[in-house]
């Protein structure tokens, strides 16, 4: 296996809103503020949804969007989250039990609160602040920080992006009360329980896909597969995670979110509707772009294959599809429609308001920019994803019967 010092990616470009002039900046910065005031990160009768206002106002901030729809987005997507007067636990977190209670979504409020406090006695180093608690031996809390579907990496990337520490201290909020059961697989070595070895994580989707160790755990798709995945194929999951060869992991992650493109294409239906769950495939996969060149070197190839490993079960949870090269992408026809055009597709038609929608097209520019690529594909995919798009798929029977640790 590879070392960390391998693992080379340039940084992204970020912005500091605060010292940017102009009024969508002041627009953006002044959402996400009042976002941070007043809106808890978790929602739902069970805390298990999630807040997505930066990833969304970021997403439209960066593909144009003018104020009044900066605005309109927030205001529609505020109707939907959970106030921090809701009758949430705002206090009782402390740097003597913090730990303790992570995993309890009931803390979602306490925990904000806390770094949020924590912050304020490092005002002018927040990356630092988030360094110290996701990267704390012997436990890290970077490892099963992808809990929740990738939301608190989603959340730390758009931090990241926006130079914005409240953003940070919400993401931390976020790692700690989804953190991931997988951690467990990463604290400490794992044995190798892998019977082949191959540097193509293309090769070994092919064979989970024909793997019958995962045929009749579920017949619909959907995110409580995943515990039961766990519950009944954990041997069979771990024995493919652990097959995956990284001599070269920046080229080789890469391949995996190229894959979460490809898969993320190819799974709209004849109703026009694209697998959700796949989608995050490809969210995260950029949030890790963006954010792998920051985090200490001697995590990085740790990141990647705890990223590895949640493409793997999301992939089986969603029914184990076919795994091509993305469809009829490559025979659509430009006539002339670049980035611009996507962008502005993007503000114009009927899902503009939609948060996932402008988190797909952000991952397929950023696809094209870090492949240096010349032939126009990833511009083929949004151009193919924003004409057939109407709608998400994928959910089965919905999280109503998702048990929440209290």
């Avoid at 992808?146 to 939301?151: A, F, K, R, S, Y």
Wanted: with cysteine.
């Amino acid at each position: 296996m590879a070392s960390n010092q391998d693992f080379i990616l340039p940084p992204v470009s970020s912005f500091d809103l605060q010292s940017l002039p102009d009024e969508r900046s002041k627009t953006l910065y002044t959402l996400l503020q009042r976002n941070h005031q007043n809106h808890a990160v978790l929602s739902g009768p069970k805390l298990i949804f999630h807040n997505h206002m930066p990833h969304m106002l970021g997403s439209a901030y960066l593909l144009g969007y003018p104020c009044d729809k900066l605005i309109e987005m927030y205001q529609n997507e505020s109707s939907q989250l959970k106030s921090l007067n809701d009758g949430l636990i705002r206090t009782g977190i402390t740097k003597d039990n913090w730990r303790q209670l992570l995993g309890k979504k009931k803390y979602t409020a306490a925990y904000t609160t806390f770094f949020d406090q924590e912050l304020a006695n490092t005002p002018n180093d927040w990356k630092t602040l988030v360094n110290e608690y996701l990267f704390i031996p012997p436990q890290p809390l970077i490892n099963g920080f992808i809990g929740g579907l990738g939301h608190a990496v989603i959340h730390l990337a758009y931090a990241y992006e926006f130079s914005n520490p409240q953003i940070a201290t919400e993401a931390l909020s976020l790692g700690c009360t989804d953190r991931d059961p997988i951690h467990h697989y990463l604290d400490s070595p794992y044995p190798d329980t892998s019977t082949y070895k191959t540097t193509s994580a293309k090769e070994i989707l092919h064979r989970v896909h024909t793997d019958t160790r995962f045929s009749n755990l579920f017949s619909v798709p959907g995110f409580i597969n995943i515990a039961t995945t766990f519950a009944h194929a954990e041997h069979a999951l771990l024995e493919h995670w652990n097959a995956w060869d990284i001599v070269n992991p920046a080229e080789q992650f890469r391949d995996v979110v190229d894959l979460a493109e490809f898969l993320l294409i190819e799974s709209r239906n004849g109703e026009g509707e694209y697998d959700f769950f796949l989608a995050h495939l490809l969210t995260v996969g950029h949030a890790l772009r963006v954010l792998l060149p920051s985090f200490p070197w001697e995590y990085r190839v740790g990141v990647l294959r705890q990223f590895w490993l949640f493409v793997l079960y999301v992939y089986v949870a969603q029914l184990r599809p076919g795994v091509g090269d993305g469809g009829d992408v490559g025979g659509v026809e430009l006539r002339g429609r670049d980035w611009g055009w996507v962008y502005g597709r993007c503000l114009e038609g009927e899902f503009w308001g939609d948060a996932h929608v402008v988190k797909v097209v952000r991952a397929f520019r950023m696809l094209e920019e870090w492949k240096n690529e010349k032939d126009g594909w990833c511009l083929r995919a949004a151009v193919s994803f924003l004409e057939g798009f109407r709608g998400w798929t994928g959910f089965g029977v919905g999280v109503e019967s998702v048990e929440v640790e209290e």
